[in-house]
């Protein structure tokens, strides 16, 4: 006879009661999943999540009220959920999940994990760590009215780096600087713009390739480029050129941002450098504008001249929304330039300033930055509202997805605890119903790939890149960290002396990082093992070497498909790529320092189809340098 | 009642600009407002009807008015959350109250004990639109009727154990509007002749394109002629949640309740009983429902609740903004397989 306790089977509800789960991330998702997990009768619940509240997270973070904007999102989730269930057994931690404390023991505690997180870096942590636990993982997604839930459990699913998924779009440096066509060029000029001012940045310059980069933000350089390779006639005066720009153009980078600082910040010197001598240096690389139109320098002073009164339209939008004329975001530009260095000034020496889309002056920076520079390059402006978005890789979201989605994961989560994953599924959340009237559609998971870099049982990969030209450095943090997912990396050589490269042990390994690779023996052929230890993840890296690389690109993993970013998804019914997190989404990002991000959800796979083609987009991994002094760094 | 957004003020406040942001940047200004000045009637305050008023209270209309004659039972504590543990004998709209206020004090939430049934006509055309569950039949057919004819959005839904259903009826001529991109003519790239020299369109500009959708009402949609010929042959592609619905909600009227964990034994074999009678009396196969679904439809399931909540809801929000096309005018979830259809029923 069957016995039921609500809705569920008796034996079902017994082993909620008694079985330990952990929720990772208590925001949009989190909320809901926590919300339903205790009212389904889960009992002991284990929650993380390292961020606070903000106003923004009010319209669906439904545990959160306006007072308690600042405070842990873990520790109040958990006091809201217990208002309705008293007798739950809710553990709050404000953390990372990401911190070595949370250990494949640790994990081993529960019976179950459950992903509410917003950036591929963690999931793709998590994803590790249950694997090494052996723990099944319910993975989960949403932006705006899309969503998406799947299970991960070892040697029976996929895990989740199984598939590749489209990393993060990034634009090639003379796009950036030299010939923008899209308003995202000018946002991300602006963001480094912002960079370049406030922050530490270049002083010592490095060859590397045919460009010049300085130290630490070499990839958010915002002078003109003068070594890019369309603006030459001929190979010859392309070379002369970038020879040229050793002693003029990395003076003139340096003297950049000292001459800013020199100047105080004045913000109509900076206006006129920025927006009309820049300007006019581009239009002497005449072969750029041969069949693009050229961009037209501003004078302040002319456009003073020729200001009008702004038209006060107290109209029924957000202000936000409103796009000024060029007067207004040249006022704008020079007021966000004083309030900056006012900032600055109250630090003290060596103040530094990290762009943050919640900070008003920041903001306003980097949207009339943006207009402006839009304007040079007619380019319609756009709202200060509209900019957010884009500089801040703001993804739009709602309660209703949220909520639909954590209650497909409790779902199957109990499929899981009942003992059926054969009965799992993937479940996308369309906005439309599709052609077979389905609105939500679930899919049978797929196997573990048997080439899968990370469950594979003995995971091995081939890199392609310029032993002579890569240091130690850039292969721990741009291949092993970011690329690669590891936290804590150690490296091997596999030379028979097994000499170490990387030790993530602080400091023991760190006068390795400047030396290239080819310093240290590794060749074409060479092997490395690189070991995480607290994922428990072994990777084998076999070397490639080649001095045959495209223009910004430093590395490529052998076997991958070219880095193409999928289209933006809009508001269409149904998009076959969906993008992993708001640091990796369709929208690249203008900040690689950017730690808050908001919603994400993940990689959609319709019959292994390969992702939509992007035609212009080119991959531009730049180089990554150590942080040196201001005048100890390596001379080339 | 939409027309009437003229008479709102046509100034969003920076309190709400803050907290809304997240939403007017995937829906836009224009159905915020609409959503401001909307006032919404919900009935029942059981799992699902707290989804919902959770989330039409975050998506900040201007009222919502819960109704619901029931009374707190521990089994109410654990179906929803915004009625407090010690809340039991309460009336169980007014107990969920407070809770459902401090979701979003830009909101006016109103709570009244009575049953529908004995609510005049006037008091639902005071709304926008009205959302019914735990109705019985006839309730929301009267209810329908009363409403649909005056331009009020009618939304019914329920959750049965596993399984949960919505359906709208939006009127004879719902007006909305869907953002469609731009058509942008050839020559996107950077480096292409003269047309490069222009002014550039943002390829992400969009634009707003106007529909109208037409729908039938709730005594059309259940009392669908299954012995025609068109009506057999659609049979195959037919969910059998339709007939599964039959089935629950005449379970309700018979019992004045829904099948309850406690009487498992004599509710299952009623629901099995039902089964047969309606399946009849529709004049389709008896084969249609097997007897698997017995077990599943007990008590209202918290994550079904989510599931159906956030769809209902979602429909609510986009009736009240005119904007995206609604769902026409069935959806129904199975959470034992994970699907979620949509599906027409009425007139042909």
């Known amino acids: 006879m069957v016995q039921l306790v609500g809705s569920l089977r008796k034996e079902l509800a017994d082993s909620l009661s008694s079985c330990r789960v952990l929720v990772v991330g208590a925001g949009g998702i989190g909320c809901e999943l926590l919300k339903n997990l205790v009212l389904t009768g889960f009992k002991n619940i284990e929650v993380i999540d390292l961020d606070t509240i903000d106003v923004s997270n009010l319209n669906r973070q439904f545990l959160f009220q306006k007072k308690h904007v600042g405070k842990s999102k873990a520790q109040v989730a958990k006091e809201s959920a217990l208002q309705f269930c008293p007798t739950a057994n809710i553990t709050a931690y404000h953390d990372s999940i990401m911190n070595p404390d949370y250990n494949v023991e640790f994990f081993r505690n529960f019976m179950l994990v459950m992903n509410a997180l917003d950036n591929r870096a963690a999931r793709n942590h998590v994803n590790r760590m249950c694997l090494a636990a052996d723990i099944p993982l319910i993975e989960s997604g949403t932006a705006g009215y899309l969503g998406q839930v799947t299970v991960i459990k070892k040697g029976l699913t996929e895990c989740y780096e199984c598939q590749p998924k489209p990393s993060q779009k990034t634009f090639p440096g003379c796009t950036i600087r030299n010939t923008p066509s899209e308003p995202i060029h000018c946002i991300v000029w602006a963001k480094y713009l912002f960079n370049w001012l406030c922050s530490r940045g270049h002083c010592v310059l490095y060859l590397c390739g045919s460009q010049l980069f300085g130290e630490e933000d070499a990839d958010q350089e915002v002078s003109p480029d003068t070594a890019d390779p369309e603006a030459a006639w001929n190979p010859e005066e392309a070379a002369a050129r970038a020879t040229a720009s050793e002693k003029d153009g990395d003076i003139k980078r340096v003297s950049t941002k000292e001459w800013a600082r020199s100047t105080g910040y004045d913000s109509i010197k900076l206006f006129n450098k920025l927006f009309k001598d820049d300007i006019m240096y581009l239009l002497t690389m005449d072969k750029l504008w041969k069949k693009r139109k050229a961009p037209l320098p501003l004078d302040w002073q002319q456009l003073e001249n020729h200001a009008r009164p702004q038209e006060d339209s107290p109209g029924s939008g957000l202000k936000d929304q409103q796009v000024l004329g060029i007067w207004g975001y040249c006022k704008l530009f020079q007021h966000s330039v004083e309030t900056l260095r006012s900032q600055l000034e109250q630090k003290g020496d060596g103040a530094e300033l990290v762009w943050d889309k919640d900070d008003p002056p920041a903001m306003d920076f980097v949207t009339a930055a943006a207009n402006l520079r839009m304007h040079i390059f007619s380019m319609n402006m756009k709202s200060r509202f509209d900019i957010k978005s884009m500089a801040g890789n703001i993804i739009p979201a709602i309660a209703t997805t949220n909520a639909v989605i954590a209650g497909l994961i409790v779902l199957e989560g109990l499929k899981i605890l009942s003992g059926e994953l054969e009965s799992c599924r993937s479940i996308f959340l369309n906005k439309c119903p599709n052609l077979r009237k389905k609105l939500l559609v679930p899919c049978v998971l797929d196997p573990p790939s048997a080439n899968c870099y990370v469950c594979a049982s003995k995971p091995e990969v081939t890199v392609k890149l310029n032993v002579h030209k890569s240091m130690v450095v850039f292969l721990q943090d741009k291949i092993l960290k970011e690329r690669f997912g590891m936290v804590a990396p150690d490296v091997q050589i596999e030379d028979g002396k097994g000499t170490i490269l990387i030790s993530s042990e602080e400091g023991e390994t760190e006068a390795n990082n400047s030396k290239f690779l080819s310093d240290f023996g590794i060749r074409n052929g060479s092997r490395l093992q690189a070991d995480d230890f607290l994922q428990d993840y072994t990777l084998l890296i076999n070397v490639l070497h080649t001095e045959d690389l495209e223009k910004d690109v430093e590395f490529e993993v052998v076997g991958d498909a070219p880095d193409k970013a999928p289209p933006p998804p809009s508001n269409q019914e149904e998009t076959n790529s969906i993008t992993n997190g708001n640091k990796d989404s369709a929208q690249p990002s203008t900040s690689s320092k950017e730690m808050k991000t908001d919603g994400c959800f993940m990689w959609r796979q319709r019959k292994k189809k390969s992702v939509q083609e992007n035609p212009c987009t080119r991959p531009s991994v730049v180089l990554f340098l150590p942080k040196t002094d201001l005048c100890t760094g390596p001379n080339i | ?348």
Not at chain 2, 33 to 58: F, H, Q
Not at chain 2, 126 to 154: E, H, P, Y
Not at chain 2, 312 to 321: D, I, M, P, T, W
Request: charged share 30%.
């Open chain 2, 1 to 348: 009642m939409i027309d009437m957004i003229e008479k709102e003020e046509p100034i969003i406040s920076e309190e709400e600009a803050a907290q809304y942001d997240r939403q007017i940047r995937l829906w836009g200004l224009d159905a915020q407002k609409r959503l401001r000045g909307s006032r919404v009637l919900l009935v029942g305050l059981g799992g699902l009807g707290a989804e919902v008023a959770k989330n039409l209270i975050l998506a900040g209309v201007k009222g919502l008015t819960l109704l619901d004659h029931e009374q707190v039972t521990e089994e109410s504590c654990r179906a929803q959350f915004l009625v407090p543990v010690t809340a039991r004998g309460q009336n169980r709209a007014q107990a969920s109250l407070e809770r459902a206020q401090y979701l979003n004090p830009m909101v006016e939430v109103r709570a009244y004990p009575d049953r529908p049934e004995d609510k005049p006509d006037d008091f639902f055309l005071q709304f926008d639109a009205v959302c019914l569950t735990g109705c019985s039949r006839d309730l929301m057919v009267r209810v329908d009727q009363l409403c649909s004819q005056r331009n009020i959005k009618v939304f019914c839904g329920d959750v049965y154990g596993y399984y949960g259903y919505m359906f709208s009826d939006l009127g004879k001529e719902h007006h909305y509007v869907e953002e469609k991109p731009k058509t942008v003519k050839p020559a996107q790239g950077s480096s292409d002749g003269p047309e490069a020299k222009k002014a550039k369109i943002d390829p992400n500009e969009t634009t707003m394109v106007k529909k109208t959708a037409s729908f039938c009402s709730l005594k059309e949609a259940l009392e669908v002629d299954w012995t025609s010929e068109k009506a057999k042959a659609s049979l195959k592609r037919t969910p059998v949640d339709y007939f599964l619905l039959h089935v629950l909600l005449k379970f309700r009227t018979d019992k004045g309740r829904d099948p309850d964990p406690q009487s498992f034994a004599e509710d299952s074999q009623l629901l099995r009983q039902i089964r047969d009678d309606v399946l009849e009396s529709l004049a389709v196969s008896g084969d249609l429902l097997s007897d698997d679904f017995v077990s599943y439809c007990f008590s209202e399931m918290s994550p079904v609740c989510a599931v159906v909540g956030g769809v209902l809801g979602q429909e609510v929000v986009k009736a009240l903004s005119q904007r995206d096309a609604p769902h026409r005018n069935f959806f129904f979830f199975d959470g034992r397989k994970g699907n979620g259809v949509v599906d027409y029923f009425g007139p042909n």
